[in-house]
């Protein structure tokens, strides 16, 4: 790894079972040496760090030597020794704080290192209302003394110069999977047959499960054929089971529960149709740049329906690969699951229109190195 720009990714934990858009960039990056920092560590074996990275615990477990060590150093240094230390111990020379939260935790870190930070900012951070009202002050400073913000889209880029950011600090970094682990195949509905919608994520109101289940049971009754699985759970799990019954949707809606990434890869691949009606939750919460989900469906070849929400109509391409109807659109989403469901010859060619969207705008690989080449410019940059 020598002669790799060493670059610390700071994160709350590594790694929480939906932030796979990170996990993609740690992997992918062939110039950079990713130096992980978490509060909390978790899944470290689904999500491994390539060779010669390095993973550390900050602050490290009560107890410990490096806990020992770092009471030392709070002695005599005050500040946050342990994570000074770990930047310094590998010859950091730019820290990625991954969450507007998480970079307001390490600005000051930044500052007296004299270490430049870039801020990916991801949905809730810059959306739900009580972060915003936490926040209000702190994201003054961080913009004011960041050194680059990252959006996934141009949604995301309005939101953070309503809030305050210079626009000439952001840096449009999509998010991004690999292609090629990604089995391909086209789709085709076979005679009356059922048709399988997939949906998977956190069971939380900007996920838009609620409205899925009432289009779901207003478009049964124009084709009954129609059935969903839902993979994932969450806070609403309680609150969806019992509107599956009071909908009489007991025998078209599977729950799958919350399930290893090979149990998501399985049902991408039985799977007729994606489905991910994404909304403004009333807390304010919102999908940062769009879910991952949409470009891995695509990856597999998915027809996919969606909602004109953040990003999405930027990760996908309406009418070629997906159908979007407006947020919180009942009877929109109900008359395009009928419509789709019943034109299985368009299903091919929104499947090639996908994976070739894919391909072209999303592939990690291309992606990787373009933040690389940003670490390098901020890098050596002139000191203020």
């Known amino acids: 790894m020598r002669g790799l720009l060493p670059v610390a990714h700071v994160v709350e934990r590594y790694l929480g079972l939906t932030e796979t858009f990170i996990h993609e960039y740690l992997a992918a990056f062939r110039g950079v040496r990713p130096v992980v920092i978490a509060r909390c560590l978790e899944n ?9 990275a390095e993973l550390h615990q900050s602050p490290p477990p009560r107890g410990t030597a490096a806990w020992a060590a770092a009471a ?5 240094r005050g500040g946050e020794p342990h994570l000074e230390g770990i930047l310094a111990d590998a010859g950091v020379t730019v820290v990625h704080a991954h969450y ?39 994201y003054r400073s961080l913009f004011a003394r960041g050194a680059a913000f990252l959006v996934e889209g141009s949604a995301m880029k309005r939101k953070l110069v309503a809030l305050g950011c210079p626009p000439d600090k952001l840096h449009l970094q999509r998010i991004a999977i690999d292609p090629p682990r990604y089995p391909f195949r086209l789709r085709a509905r076979s005679g009356q047959g ?14 838009g499960y609620d409205l899925a289940l009432r289009a779901l049971a207003e478009a049964r009754r124009r084709d009954p054929g129609l059935q969903l699985r839902i993979l994932g759970d969450g806070p609403e799990r309680e609150s969806l089971t019992a509107l599956i019954s009071e909908l009489a949707l007991d025998g078209a809606v599977t729950l799958l529960g919350r399930g290893p990434r090979t149990l998501f890869l399985e049902e991408l691949a039985r799977a007729d149709l994606y489905l991910q009606p994404s909304r403004v939750a009333p807390d304010g919460d919102s999908e940062g740049g769009a879910p991952t989900t949409l470009l891995e469906a ?8 969606s909602s004109r929400h953040a990003d999405i109509p930027e990760i996908v391409r309406e009418g070629e690969s997906a159908l979007l109807v407006d947020e ?17 010859e368009r299903w091919p060619g929104m499947g090639r229109a996908g ?14 190195s373009a933040l690389e080449a940003l670490y390098g410019t901020l890098s050596v940059r002139t000191p203020a």
Do not use: N, W
């Open 44 to 52: 470290l074996d689904l999500f491994p760090l390539p060779p010669g």
């Open 72 to 76: 030392v150093r709070r002695r005599l």
């Open 100 to 138: 507007g939260p998480t970079a307001c935790e390490v600005l000051h870190v930044c500052a007296r290192a004299d270490l430049p930070l870039v801020t990916s900012f991801y949905g809730y951070d810059a959306s739900m209302t009580g972060v915003l009202h936490e926040f209000e002050e702190r």
């Open 194 to 207: 059922t048709v399988t919608f997939l949906q998977c994520g956190r069971m939380v109101p900007k996920k």
């Open 298 to 305: 695509q990856a597999c070849g998915l027809p996919v329906l």
């Open 328 to 344: 919180e659109d009942v009877a929109g989403l109900a008359e395009a699951m009928v419509t789709l469901a019943r034109s299985p």
């Open 355 to 368: 994976r070739a969207h894919i391909e072209a705008h999303h592939d990690v690989r291309k992606l990787a």
